[in-house]
């Protein structure tokens, strides 16, 4: 598996979201050895998003200094960049930077099913393996994904994310994104149809 390109996360928030489908997320865990997933399901969050954690921030494009406070600050870092936060002071999410340099934008890895490592991810997680990456909290226990890996360049070791074999249009559905209040109208959640690895959440636009 040959790691996507920096350039590859450059493109459009939208169109990476929906392209990372059938991508793998891999971490050569220093311990666990190689820990591997096909993604199934992504989000797309920018910076004019009010769901995006920079949308109260903005840029200087002269100058680049952005003004505001937060984490969402690192969303202004190159293409491919690892953002991970924690949500509920319980679970970490790992998304990658999109957009070029100075533009904020992330995609959310929301799901995998897991290909290498799975009997590590079940002694860390204690799960059927379809209950143990379907969401993205349980992915990043996994994975071993925390803290320690926001800022990483997800282009190559030990973190990253690599090329798989494409999902054909006729097998991806969209909906509203999941667990947010704000942007709800935006269908920028996309998902393998038929695949049991996918998040079990309601769209937000159905609560």
Same mark, same amino acid.
């Given at each position: 598996?040959?790691?996507?390109?920096?350039?590859?996360?450059?493109?459009?928030?939208?169109?990476?979201?929906?392209?990372?489908?059938?991508?793998?997320?891999v971490?050569?865990? #220093?311990?666990?050895?190689?820990?591997? &997933?096909?993604?199934?399901? %992504?989000? $797309?969050?920018?910076? +004019? /998003?009010?769901?995006?954690?920079?949308?109260?921030?903005?840029?200087?494009?002269?100058?680049?200094?952005?003004?505001?406070?937060?984490?969402?600050?690192?969303?202004?870092a190159?293409?491919?960049?690892?953002?991970?936060?924690?949500?509920?002071?319980?679970?970490?999410?790992?998304?990658?930077?999109?957009?070029?340099?100075?533009?904020?934008?992330?995609?959310?890895?929301?799901?995998?099913?897991?290909m290498?490592?799975?009997?590590?991810?079940?002694?860390?997680?204690?799960? #059927?393996?379809?209950?143990?990456?379907? &969401?993205?909290?349980?992915? %990043?226990e $996994?994975f071993?994904v +925390? /803290?320690?890996?926001?800022?990483?360049?997800?282009?190559?070791?030990?973190?990253?994310?690599?090329?798989?074999?494409?999902?054909?249009?006729?097998?991806?559905?969209?909906?509203?994104?999941?667990?947010?209040?704000?942007?709800?109208?935006?269908?920028?959640r996309?998902?393998?149809?038929?695949?049991?690895?996918?998040?079990?959440?309601?769209?937000?636009?159905?609560?």
């Amino acid at each position: 598996m040959e790691p996507l390109p920096t350039n590859f996360f450059a493109e459009s928030t939208v169109s990476t979201a929906r392209h990372l489908l059938g991508a793998h997320l891999v971490h050569e865990h #220093p311990a666990a050895g190689r820990l591997a &997933g096909r993604i199934v399901e %992504t989000e $797309a969050y920018t910076e +004019d /998003d009010p769901a995006c954690h920079a949308s109260h921030l903005s840029r200087n494009p002269e100058t680049g200094t952005i003004t505001g406070q937060g984490r969402g600050r690192d969303l202004f870092a190159a293409p491919g960049t690892a953002y991970v936060y924690l949500i509920y002071g319980v679970h970490w999410l790992l998304n990658v930077v999109t957009e070029p340099e100075g533009t904020a934008g992330a995609v959310l890895i929301r799901a995998v099913e897991p290909m290498a490592g799975v009997d590590i991810m079940q002694e860390w997680r204690s799960r #059927p393996t379809t209950d143990l990456t379907n &969401g993205p909290g349980k992915l %990043t226990e $996994a994975f071993g994904v +925390d /803290d320690e890996q926001h800022g990483m360049d997800l282009t190559g070791p030990p973190l990253y994310l690599a090329d798989g074999e494409a999902v054909p249009d006729e097998e991806v559905a969209t909906s509203s994104r999941i667990g947010i209040t704000k942007g709800v109208e935006r269908p920028w959640r996309w998902y393998v149809t038929g695949s049991s690895f996918v998040s079990k959440g309601t769209p937000s636009d159905q609560k």
